[in-house]
């Protein structure tokens, strides 16, 4: 077994997408000032990570709001795969770079569409 500090972290990633439907279940979607669409919808991304150093476990979430999804591909009536990515590279965004640097990394991601 190889001593903590050469032990990968572990990280689990996931993303939620639940598109809004209006009285008659039909998708909400809007058109941004460069006359682009978009289909609204509750976005929330997360990730858990353990690091063996020490036993120490990370957790972040966020809320994904429209500012955030005009950034994606638009006239999607699903954001999953894009989100699913950006809660992946969340992880090294969020994480301290002491915990990062010089470390391997073992990912899962509920979602690689």
């Known amino acids: 077994m190889q001593p903590?500090?050469?032990r990968p972290l572990y990280?689990?990633?996931?993303?939620?997408?639940?598109?809004?439907?209006?009285?008659?279940?039909d998708l909400v979607c809007v058109v941004d000032d460069d006359g682009r669409e978009f289909y609204l919808g509750?976005?929330?991304i997360a990730f858990l990570c353990f690091d063996p150093v020490g036993?120490?476990?990370h957790t972040s979430s966020l809320r994904i709001t429209l500012d955030v999804i005009r950034m994606l591909v638009?006239?999607?009536?699903t954001y999953i795969g894009q989100l699913e990515a950006l809660a992946a590279a969340?992880?090294?965004?969020?994480?301290?770079?002491?915990?990062?640097?010089?470390r391997a990394a073992i990912f899962w991601i509920d979602n690689l569409a």
């Open 11 to 25: 990280i689990w990633s996931d993303a939620m997408w639940e598109c809004l439907k209006d009285d008659s279940g």
């Open 55 to 57: 036993g120490v476990w």
């Open 90 to 102: 969340c992880v090294l965004e969020t994480l301290p770079a002491d915990v990062l640097r010089g």
């Open 4 to 6: 903590d500090s050469q």
């Open 74 to 77: 638009p006239r999607k009536k």
């Open 42 to 44: 509750e976005a929330v």
